[in-house]
């Protein structure tokens, strides 16, 4: 099951059954299957909060993931800050439905097991993040 929530911050205009059916769609095609799973959309200085208290960083980012898997079921918290996600899309010139998916699949992606802080890790999750957002766009066409 996949929960959506937002905590001081407008909910984003996301079509909530097809992000779930795209989202098992993805974990599908890595052999995996969607276990409790809840996104939480919110602002910097909750996203900064969750780092600090959790993580011990003391920076803003777009996504973070805690990741609960057991075998082949993927399941998770997904803390995503709309604040950054939006300077994001400003800063790399995207349009920001397409960086609010891109985001939210790379939690799943994460979970899937692909990272991206090693060296050369982060350009097979980018290879990972497009072929997940093609899936979703020829789902939606």
Not at 51 to 77: A, C, K, M, V
Not at 78 to 101: G, P, Q, R
Request: charged share 30%; proline share 1%; hydrophobic share 35%.
């Amino acid at each position: 099951m996949i929960t959506y929530n937002a905590e001081n911050v407008k909910f984003p205009k996301i079509k909530r059954r097809e992000t779930t059916a795209w989202i098992k769609r993805v974990a599908a095609s890595y052999g995996r299957k969607v276990g409790e799973i809840g996104y939480l959309f919110c602002d910097d200085d909750k996203i900064l909060e969750v780092n600090r208290e959790y993580l011990q960083h003391d920076y803003y980012t777009d996504i973070i993931t805690f990741d609960y898997d057991e075998d082949d079921i993927i399941s998770g918290d997904l803390v995503i800050s709309l604040d950054t996600v939006k300077s994001n899309a400003e800063l790399f010139h995207k349009n920001y439905d397409e960086e609010l998916h891109r985001v939210i699949i790379h939690g799943i992606l994460h979970l899937c097991g692909i990272n991206d802080k090693g060296p050369g890790e982060r350009e097979i999750m980018e290879a990972a993040e497009n072929k997940a957002l093609a899936m979703r766009t020829a789902e939606a066409q």
